[in-house]
């Protein structure tokens, strides 16, 4: 099966212009998770979405962050302006339900790197 | 708030030689707790989730137990494949689904 998806894995953008992070959740996951690490903060949860509406933002940095996600199999990260502290891997994430606890995976990130 | 802190921060060991990575974390209604392993430039990979004090689940030279306040994550005889850092997280009630992580603990397994 295929796991999460994410694209671009790799952008080298410069101070002020757009940057776009794409996801496809694993098929049949109600739950899409936006995480961000870094060596100083580690693993921060950004946003996560249950069946494609917005439950919790309260980690978004600031209004610069936006996040979408127009149908259950897909999903943007959307940074404008970008700054050189937005400079991290950002993680997308999925899960089938949340209840017990049940296991969220990861895709393999995309390195973010804004000069 | 919520808290994971994992220690120690790194960890070298010899091909063969046993430790233990610690996780501990206050969190009200704890929903889970993850293990997971991350290798460089990969995302997170799962390993186990613990649900309740006493619990233990194994895989290969990896086991972890929980207890009410942290959990261990115990590798036995480890090979330079083993070689990652591991990542604790929690999960907790009240309607908050996404994990709550600790810094990790980069393990180091010298030949």
């Known amino acids: 099966d295929a796991g999460v998806i994410q694209s671009p894995r790799h952008e080298v953008t410069e101070m002020g212009q757009e940057v776009t992070l794409r996801c496809k959740p694993i098929s049949g996951h109600d739950y899409l998770f936006w995480y961000r690490q870094t060596m100083m903060r580690g693993l921060e949860l950004l946003i996560y979405?249950?069946?494609?509406?917005?439950?919790?933002d309260s980690g978004m940095p600031e209004d610069r962050f936006s996040a979408k996600m127009p149908n259950a199999s897909f999903s943007t990260l959307k940074i404008q302006p970008s700054e050189p502290r937005d400079s991290a891997v950002y993680f997308c994430?999925?899960?089938?339900?949340?209840?017990?606890?049940?296991?969220?995976?990861f895709g393999e990130g995309s390195w973010l790197t804004v000069v | 708030e919520d808290q994971v802190t994992q220690s120690p921060e790194a960890l070298r060991l010899q091909e063969g030689e046993s430790s233990s990575l610690n996780c501990s974390y206050t969190v009200s209604g704890l929903r889970g707790l993850f293990w997971y392993r991350q290798d460089p430039g990969k995302g997170p990979e799962f390993l186990f989730t613990l649900y309740s004090a006493g619990e233990e689940k194994e895989k290969e030279r990896l086991k972890a137990t929980l207890t009410k306040k942290e959990s261990f994550l115990h590798i036995t005889a480890p090979k330079p494949e083993d070689s990652a850092t591991y990542l604790c997280a929690v999960r907790k009630g009240g309607g908050a689904d996404g994990l709550t992580f600790g810094k990790g603990t980069h393990l180091i397994i010298q030949p």
């Open positions: 979405f249950n069946n494609n509406v917005p439950i919790d």
């Open positions: 994430a999925s899960s089938w339900a949340s209840f017990s606890g049940n296991t969220i995976y």
